[in-house]
């Protein structure tokens, strides 16, 4: 199974300190992405890097890709209690028009005041 | 822009009777579409890959008489859940991606929960 594997399963912060979520994956990928579930919801897309890219950057978030490891990294600086969500990397590989993703397994992070 | 509509949100039904998921792309065409279930407090796990036009493709494992799939166009892909059993309850979440790109993020709906009694 190609599905990655995060930890930590759960974090929990206090408002205003950083979390960061790490993500293992088995095989090549073309990129691989980080999205958020908030509880009984669908997923949003945060953030893709592709497999070429080592660092990437969108508002609070920083993500880092280390394809000689297959791991990659999320960071949320200075989070905030609506930053309390699930979240799950994914790789994507290939398939017909679109890229197929395998969703690794989560880590919930609870965000307190 | 790039929002993906499923309906309904939540289903009950009775064991024995089938349910029909939509999922739809409202602003943007999506040749391809994907299907994916979720446990509690778990995973997403891909269904299948519904591809418009043709004969959707199933992950191993998944019965693909039990989960029918329909993408008969390239704003609406279907699932739906034969002969329901209470181990199909479930969360289903489908997604698309808007653009041609192997680059490009997937755009997901807000899930339907099915509980089988």
């Known amino acids: 199974s190609q599905q990655g594997e995060e930890d930590p399963q759960a974090l929990s912060i206090q408002e205003g300190e950083n979390a960061t979520m790490n993500c293992s994956y088995k095989?090549?990928?073309?990129?691989l992405q980080w999205y958020r579930q908030n509880s009984g919801r669908g997923l949003v897309h945060l953030i893709l890097?592709?497999?070429?890219?080592r660092e990437k950057h969108s508002g609070r978030l920083r993500v880092t890709l280390d394809t000689s490891k297959k791991s990659s990294s999320l960071l949320i600086t200075a989070s905030r209690a609506a930053d309390t969500a699930s979240y799950f990397c994914?790789?994507?590989?290939?398939?017909?028009?679109?890229?197929?993703?395998?969703f690794g397994t989560g880590t919930r992070l609870q965000v307190t005041l | 822009g790039a929002v993906v509509s499923q309906h309904p949100s939540w289903v009950i039904c009775k064991s024995g009777t089938s349910v029909k998921i939509e999922c739809r792309s409202l602003?943007?065409?999506?040749?391809?579409m994907f299907w994916y279930r979720q446990f509690p407090k778990q995973s997403l796990m891909l269904m299948a890959t519904?591809?418009?036009?043709?004969?959707?493709?199933?992950e191993q494992g998944v019965e693909k008489d039990k989960f029918l799939i329909n993408h008969a166009s390239l704003t609406l892909s279907t699932l739906t859940v034969t002969s329901a059993h209470p181990e199909d309850s479930s969360f289903y979440i489908c997604?698309?991606?808007?653009?041609?790109?192997?680059?490009?993020?997937?755009?997901f709906g807000n899930g339907t929960r099915l509980t089988v009694t």
């Open positions: 997604s698309a991606e808007q653009g041609s790109s192997y680059n490009s993020p997937l755009h």
């Open positions: 890097i592709r497999s070429n890219e």
């Open positions: 994914a790789t994507g590989v290939p398939t017909g028009t679109a890229s197929k993703l395998t």
């Open positions: 602003d943007f065409q999506a040749t391809t």
């Open positions: 095989t090549s990928i073309n990129n």
């Open positions: 519904s591809n418009e036009g043709s004969k959707a493709t199933y």
